[in-house]
């Protein structure tokens, strides 16, 4: 039972990552009509911005939660204005493979100055330790990781849909020419808009740090599981991608426990049956 | 939307002239290359993604769909063509077979799946059935894992043409090239292009003409699939070797470069840009993980400003279609 619960445990926090990423995928998406291809890499880069901070700079882990979103998202908001933004009114296929490409420049870069093997980072001293919870132990980092990105999570979807800020994003989705005429600068909230999501990307990086280590293909095969987390759900809410993620992670962590070689493909299995059954994935609107 | 490809030009007989036109002397080149001092072992690799980039611009560049995983067709034809050879003992005209039967029997399969969503959807889908299949090749035992299938022998073609000979080889990969290019070729001239591009431009059209779109796409899925096996079977003689490489996500990757580079949607472009990929890692292996660096780099500048590619800006410089 033991390992059961230790599974569970391990797929909630892979839910969290899973969750968060697919959560910046689908915000991406829905302003930018772009796959943001390098998703995986800014992820990696969030990761990466934390280390740096620490060994370069001294800055602690809470600050690094703070401040490694921000850089990278500020990076990735110079992405969106120097190259994304040429692709609006083209093939949204563009937008996929001009992301691919910026994730090979990205992961290469860090390839050559880092090799491809694990930097350690180390968990902060308040997050140290366990709890024993008498049917099993938690470490407290692992349960902070999952409650944390919730927080996050239930926040992003509270500024989406219940702000006015969020509404007016909504608006843009549908119709930008009508909210342009309404006095909103729209180019602007499409790049604080893709900001936000690559900042989730660089947020999920430096929460599993301490977990995974900092390595320059940390999300290189990630994100191709988030893809299909994000096709299973269907890109069609907010919510929708939230419990997806956390979902899939739990099934996943079920498999490692009954039926360990399947662990890797069940995300990708389960892709399949709901496509057979339901096109639009779970929570879908029409492509 | 705007499609993928623009100022398609219409299929007249002169295009068709054209097009036959730069083939023959494209057969002409590549058939004097035993002649000359290039080294063969790379046309043939060359060659074989191709093959592999011209099957997978039959359904992206004429069908709109962007697969994200046809390096699943390539390594399972790989795969499967490497067992029946090595522990089968077939000879390599059936090996071959035994490969593109088994890329015709996972695109059906695939091209089920995936062909009910579109645009993103499509790729997305594509990438993680690809990745799926990855997984069971990396722990299916007759794959051998990470070691692959190797020391793949070459035998005899039809009993006559002794493949362990370099010249021979070379023949019979090119002659393989040539039959599936002209095939795809065929593809595209035909009645059934000519829908195919009608349903890259305009698919709602299309549909209140009456086509089943769906069953185009579908067989187009099934034809670029099968073709891409077949680039896949021809390439375990080059290589005599199968391993996961061809069949991780990164190769699919690579495809979609050779296809922008050389231009999408056009007949010859995906020759050129094979041609210009291989040859870049070739000569840019020294360089490490530069080479990764670049070819995003080619991916971006491709997109951003040369969105034609090589032989597109071409042909529309010269206003042929090409």
């Given amino acids: 039972m033991q390992a059961l619960y230790a599974q569970l445990l391990v797929g909630l926090i892979n839910g969290s990552f899973y969750a968060l990423l697919s959560l910046g995928l689908a915000v991406i998406f829905g302003m930018l009509n772009i796959i943001n291809f390098a998703h995986g890499a800014l992820y990696m880069m969030g990761a990466f911005v934390a280390y740096f901070l620490l060994n370069l700079g001294g800055i602690n882990y809470w600050w690094a939660l703070l401040l490694a979103p921000v850089i990278v998202g500020i990076f990735g908001m110079i992405l969106e204005r120097t190259m994304l933004q040429w692709l609006t009114g083209l093939d949204h296929l563009y937008g996929l493979l001009l992301t691919f490409g910026i994730a090979l420049i990205v992961q290469g870069v860090f390839q050559n100055y880092f090799g491809s093997s694990g930097l350690p980072y180390a968990i902060p001293d308040q997050l140290k330790g366990g709890m024993n919870l008498g049917f099993m132990f938690l470490p407290v980092y692992r349960g902070w990781v999952v409650i944390f990105s919730l927080v996050v999570c239930i926040a992003t979807w509270f500024l989406i849909e219940k702000t006015r800020l969020g509404a007016y994003l909504r608006a843009a989705t549908e119709n930008p020419t009508l909210v342009r005429a309404f006095g909103i600068n729209v180019p602007r909230m499409i790049t604080l808009t893709y900001g936000l999501g690559v900042g989730l990307a660089a947020l999920a990086g430096v929460l599993s740090a301490p977990i995974n280590q900092v390595r320059p293909l940390m999300g290189a095969d990630l994100i191709i599981v988030v893809f299909a987390v994000v096709v299973i759900g269907g890109m069609g809410s907010i919510m929708g991608s939230i419990i997806t993620g956390f979902a899939l992670g739990v099934i996943e962590g079920l498999t490692k426990y009954f039926y360990p070689e399947a662990s890797n493909t069940v995300v990708f299995v389960l892709m399949v049956l709901v496509l057979l059954v339901k096109p639009t994935g779970l929570t879908g609107r029409a492509a | ?322």
Avoid at chain 2, 1 to 9: C, E, G, H, Q, Y
Avoid at chain 2, 302 to 312: E, S
């Fill in chain 2, 1 to 322: 939307m705007t499609a993928l490809t623009d100022d398609t030009l219409p299929v007249t007989p002169r295009a068709v002239r054209d097009e036959m036109i730069v083939f023959a002397v494209m057969a002409l080149l590549l058939a004097s290359v035993p002649f000359t001092g290039v080294y063969p072992f790379f046309v043939m690799q060359a060659l074989c993604f191709a093959l592999l980039a011209c099957a997978f611009n039959l359904l992206v560049g004429y069908g709109g769909l962007l697969s994200f995983g046809h390096a699943m067709f390539l390594g399972t034809a790989g795969y499967c063509s490497a067992h029946a050879l090595k522990v089968w003992g077939l000879p390599p005209e059936l090996g071959i077979l035994v490969g593109i039967a088994a890329a015709f029997g996972l695109s059906i399969i695939t091209g089920y799946i995936s062909i009910r969503r579109q645009g993103i959807y499509f790729s997305m889908i594509t990438l993680a059935l690809s990745q799926l299949l990855y997984f069971i090749y990396l722990q299916a035992p007759f794959t051998h894992g990470e070691d692959g299938i190797q020391g793949i022998p070459q035998g005899h073609m039809f009993g006559v043409f002794d493949l362990s000979k370099p010249t021979v080889l070379y023949y019979v990969v090119l002659v393989g090239f040539l039959a599936g290019f002209l095939l795809i070729f065929r593809i595209i001239n035909s009645p059934f292009g000519e829908v195919l591009k009608a349903i890259r431009e305009n698919e709602p059209r299309a549909i209140s003409l009456g086509y089943r779109t769906d069953q185009y796409k579908f067989l187009a899925f099934i034809l670029s699939g099968t073709l891409a096996g077949f680039a896949g079977s021809l390439k375990v003689f080059v290589a005599q070797n199968a391993s996961l490489t061809d069949v991780h996500w990164s190769m699919s990757g690579e495809v979609v470069l050779m296809t922008l580079v050389g231009g999408l949607g056009t007949v010859f472009g995906p020759v050129v840009g094979a041609f210009v990929i291989i040859a870049m890692q070739q000569y840019l292996a020294g360089f490490g993980q530069w080479v990764t660096v670049i070819q995003g780099s080619i991916f971006v500048i491709c997109v951003l400003t040369f969105r034609r590619g090589v032989i597109g800006e071409i042909a529309h410089y010269f206003r042929r279609s090409l």
